[in-house]
C-alpha cells in the first residue's frame, strides 16, 4: 500500500532540472506538467489569478474570431486596456512585465527646464536647483 502512494507522489512531483539542458526546457516541461495537474495549479494559484487566466484565454478567443473591443468588454466586463494588452500579448506570443519592457529602450522622459525657469522664487536669497528640488540659499 506505501509503494502505490509513493508512485503518485512521484507522478506528481515535477521533473528534476538535471535531466535537461538549459533551464528554459526544465521550466517548459514543469509548465507541461503542472497544466496537467489540476491539483497542483489549485495549490499554487489564487483564485484571482485563474479568473485572470480564464478571461485572458476568454478574450484571445473572442479576438480571433473577429469580436469587436467593445463587445469582448460588455460581455466579460474588462477594460478596453486590458484587452489591447491581451492583443498585444497574441502577437508578440506573450506578456511582458514592465521591467522588461522598460529595457527596450522605450520613450524617454523628456525634462521640461522651460516650467523650472518660469517658476519665481517666493523666498528670498539665492535660489540653488539641487538633485532633491530648489532650495534658497542666503
Known amino acids: 500500500m506505501k509503494r502505490k502512494n509513493f508512485?503518485?507522489?512521484?507522478?506528481?512531483?515535477?521533473?528534476l532540472m538535471?535531466?535537461?539542458?538549459?533551464?528554459k526546457d526544465w521550466e517548459r516541461a514543469c509548465w507541461r506538467k503542472m497544466i496537467k495537474s489540476e491539483?497542483?495549479?489549485?495549490?499554487?494559484t489564487t483564485p484571482s489569478e485563474r479568473?485572470?487566466?480564464v478571461m485572458r484565454a476568454t478574450a484571445t478567443e473572442a479576438l480571433q474570431s473577429g469580436k469587436s473591443y467593445r463587445q469582448?468588454?460588455?460581455e466579460?466586463?474588462?477594460?478596453?486596456q486590458t484587452i489591447n494588452s491581451i492583443k498585444r500579448a497574441v502577437d508578440r506570443n506573450g506578456y511582458q512585465s514592465?521591467?522588461?519592457?522598460?529595457k527596450k529602450g522605450g520613450r524617454k522622459k523628456q525634462s521640461n527646464t522651460k516650467a523650472i525657469t518660469s517658476i519665481k522664487p517666493r523666498r528670498e536669497g539665492r535660489r540653488q536647483r539641487?538633485?532633491?528640488g530648489i532650495v534658497y540659499l542666503p
Do not use: C, W
Not at 7 to 15: A, K, S, V
Not at 39 to 44: E, S, T
Not at 98 to 102: L, N, Q
Open 7 to 15: 508512485d503518485r507522489e512521484q507522478e506528481e512531483m515535477l521533473p
Open 18 to 23: 538535471d535531466n535537461y539542458v538549459s533551464r
Open 39 to 44: 491539483k497542483m495549479l489549485q495549490a499554487l
Open 51 to 53: 479568473h485572470n487566466v
Open 72 to 74: 469582448i468588454s460588455k
Open 76 to 80: 466579460l466586463g474588462i477594460s478596453l
Open 98 to 102: 514592465y521591467f522588461e519592457r522598460s
Open 130 to 132: 539641487t538633485k532633491y
